[in-house]
């Protein structure tokens, strides 16, 4: 009798391995009707949607969407998107992973999500897979000017940026600059004085801890493409991501010289080149706040600010931190989330309405969830850091995306190993030929 | 023995024992021998499998048409313009390190999981000890990966928080940044590497030192042989069959070796590795013609030794 169930038992364990194997595009199947109650509680400061904007969607209409958003930030989505929920009876299937090798695992395996938040180089890794966003009902008359350039890969317009965030800004603490008699730096030349006057009064003058896994280096590259900007401006850097100046040109040699001049240097900053190397991004943006202050400035994306006010929640914006652009740039760096459709059923076409129309930005705006490049969403802020980060970002003459993010063919990653050798020790010439020769490869 | 002497019920015909491998069969050629195929199959072709590798070729530089992602998993680390800068660059790449990581790693889970086994062995709290030696193996490599990140952290601090660049601070030195100083950081890695296996190996050496019989000892003892030439001629040859297998064992566990690099310090600095170089190309630059090719690479690398480790195994299951 043992002996039967055992057999049995393996049978089964080998047959259910098999309906494992071949079950992945199995669409779930569960009613919607159990789950869709828990989300469906309003709020209130939202703008209507009409019933229109709805694109035929049947009440029980599923979505899936996979994004990298978990926590504070899932809530602020899921606060954007309840009108449509409302009002058309969408039911969201979310996931949340900021493994990004799950979403390749779902491309290739042909079971992606109906809609993926995720960064500008899946537009052109997925341009094959990507329902066009004008064939889904997108308003590109509804988006800040160039903002969704980066976007049209091949002449097809295959994304939304959603939730967009500068780059070029510099966060310090207002109260220490006070004490010490600093003043906000209104061009470069004064920065590069302020710096100059830190290091003279034995004060360490940034904290430019890069270090972020496999990842270290990114910060670097924000650094160095901030320069660039102010060094070059906005139609170089826009060059290197077209490949028409090569990464190892006499212009990208200055800008790695001013930010190792900097960046190797235990005067100018927390712990000079190892300091650089080892200490985690977020360790390097508490720094300047921290009591006693390790450093003066940070340059770090918008996001630093939300951080800070994590680690140290007695501190107010505008008083105890706050941020300045960063000085004599010709343009901003900046980059967005995007949204992408991997079908075209009504449900996403009514998402994709939604966010692209004037009342989608509004409510964006409204949650707090960073920049929206839709035009609806100006005016719209009520927090105070979003408010000033909102003023710059609409103001820029030139809007650059990240140079690493953007070319594709493992340039980012190449750009980094440049960076980090660099400030290791490298030579700078062969640690650029390299990362020059990667780009080559991958825009010829 | 005669199939005539085989009472009919044992007797099988010629399909009954296929049907009884039918489902690992079946298992190993879907989750085994296809993806080997495919990988295989995908490491000739472009970023995307889309086309052929040849067609990646760059005008002026040198190919291997369909090759051609094996060119670069092969040598695009490497700096040929001359032996010497060829030499410093294969130290620095992911061949140059992973063999760092064979010599210093084996030697040294074999080398101290012999030690201990052998000293383990005279003392009374053995249990105690082994088991002490032992448990790190229960941690998993991500874990451990994460505690010796803070024993080698390098603070900017007054205060290091990092267990080893406090004492060194404490007795008046200068912090060291363990993880990202080229030379020091590949043999930080590797202790704890080391930390993690040595356990395993010395469970497998005292297993086999239990078994060399007393009497060989003894006799070696009453005839004067000290307890160094006791080591050196009776036992490590007695326990030289099973040397070998934790030895290419190790070798192969140290050849698919990534966690560790990849938790502490991302294949940075200087520390990559073959298995994370892999990674590097499949998940991060989105290369699978070149992540396939690294990967085949390394499963040409692995294959001798597991071959060494099969014969040796049957070789051992005859003498029994």
């Known amino acids: ?444 | 023995m005669s199939s005539q002497s085989v009472p009919k019920i044992m007797k099988q015909g010629g399909l009954a024992p296929w049907l009884y491998l039918l489902p690992a069969l079946l298992i190993m050629t879907f989750f085994i021998v296809y993806p080997m195929i495919n990988t295989i199959s995908l490491s000739l072709k472009n970023r995307d499998g889309s086309a052929s590798a040849a067609t990646t070729c760059v005008e002026g530089n040198p190919c291997w048409g369909v090759f051609e992602n094996y060119r670069y998993a092969l040598t695009a680390e490497f700096d040929t313009t001359s032996f010497s800068t060829f030499w410093t660059s294969f130290w620095q790449s992911s061949y140059g390190n992973t063999l760092k990581w064979i010599v210093l790693m084996v030697s040294g889970t074999v080398g101290l999981g012999l030690a201990f086994a052998v000293l383990a062995d005279r003392v009374r709290y053995e249990a105690l000890a082994k088991a002490i030696i032992f448990m790190p193996m229960a941690v998993s490599f991500v874990g451990a990966g994460i505690i010796w990140k803070f024993v080698y952290d390098y603070g900017t601090q007054q205060v290091q928080i990092g267990l080893l660049n406090s004492i060194i601070t404490s007795l008046g030195g200068q912090p060291i940044a363990f993880l990202s100083v080229p030379q020091i950081n590949t043999l930080a890695l590797v202790v704890v590497g080391v930390w993690i296996w040595t356990g395993f190996c010395m469970t497998i050496l005292s297993a086999a030192l239990k078994a060399v019989p007393d009497e060989v000892l003894e006799a070696a003892r009453v005839d004067g042989a000290t307890e160094w030439t006791v080591f050196w001629r009776i036992m490590v040859p007695i326990i030289m069959p099973t040397i070998t297998v934790v030895v290419t064992t190790m070798v192969i566990n140290v050849l698919k070796l990534f966690d560790i690099v990849y938790v502490m310090t991302g294949g940075n600095f200087g520390t990559d590795v073959i298995a994370n170089r892999m990674y590097t190309e499949m998940y991060i630059n989105f290369n699978v013609g070149r992540g396939t090719a690294v990967a085949v690479v390394l499963v040409l690398a692995i294959i001798p030794f597991i071959y060494f480790n099969i014969k040796r195994f049957l070789a051992q299951e005859e003498m029994r």
């Open chain 1, 1 to 444: 009798m043992k002996k039967m169930f055992w057999q049995i038992f393996a049978l089964l364990t080998i047959a259910s391995l098999f309906l494992v194997a071949c079950g992945g595009s199995t669409p779930a199947t569960q009613s919607p009707a159990t789950e869709a109650p828990a989300e469906t509680e309003s709020q209130t400061e939202e703008a209507p949607v009409s019933d229109d904007m709805c694109m035929g969607t049947q009440p029980g209409d599923e979505l899936s969407l996979l994004y990298q958003w978990s926590g504070q930030e899932e809530e602020r989505l899921n606060q954007i998107l309840q009108p449509l929920v409302d009002t058309c009876g969408i039911v969201l299937r979310p996931e949340s992973t900021r493994d990004q090798a799950l979403l390749d695992t779902r491309v290739q395996a042909g079971t992606p999500p109906d809609i993926a938040f995720w960064n500008i180089t899946q537009l052109t890794q997925y341009q094959e897979q990507l329902v066009a966003m004008d064939e889904l009902g997108a308003n590109a008359d509804a988006y800040i000017p160039g903002a969704i350039d980066p976007g049209v890969i091949n002449g097809r317009w295959l994304g939304l940026p959603v939730k967009s965030d500068i780059k070029t800004i510099i966060w310090y603490s207002p109260l220490n600059f006070e004490a010490l008699g600093y003043s906000v730096p209104t061009t470069w030349d004064e920065l590069d004085a302020l710096v100059e006057q830190m290091v003279a009064d034995g004060n360490v003058p940034w904290s430019m801890g890069m270090e972020s896994g496999d990842a270290t280096g990114w910060t670097g590259s924000d650094f160095l493409q901030d320069i660039m900007l102010v060094q070059q401006g906005p139609e170089y850097v826009m060059g290197i991501i077209d490949g028409s100046i090569p990464y190892d040109d006499a212009g990208v040699v200055q800008a790695y010289e001013t930010y190792g001049k900097w960046a190797t240097d235990p005067l100018y900053t927390v712990g000079g080149a190892q300091g650089t190397l080892s200490t985690p991004f977020l360790d390097a943006i508490y720094k300047p706040f921290s009591d006693p202050a390790e450093a003066m400035m940070v340059k770090q994306s918008g996001f630093a600010g939300g951080e800070v006010q994590k680690q140290f929640p007695d501190l107010v914006f505008g008083t105890d931190y706050d941020f300045f652009v960063v000085p004599g740039a010709q343009g901003l760096q900046g980059g967005s989330d995007w949204m992408m459709a991997f079908s075209d059923k009504p449900a996403v076409q009514a998402l994709v309405s939604y966010l692209s129309s004037p009342e989608g930005g509004a409510n964006w705006a409204a949650a707090g969830f960073d920049l929206s490049p839709n035009k609806g969403a100006a005016g719209n802020y009520t927090d105070p850091s979003l408010i000033k980060k909102a003023e710059a970002f609409y103001a820029t003459q030139g809007f650059t995306p990240d140079i690493g993010d953007t070319i594709p063919g493992g340039f980012g990653s190449a750009e980094w190993t440049a960076i980090v050798d660099f400030v290791n020790g490298s030579d700078l010439a062969s640690a650029l030929a390299q990362a020059a020769a990667v780009q080559a490869e991958a825009l010829k």
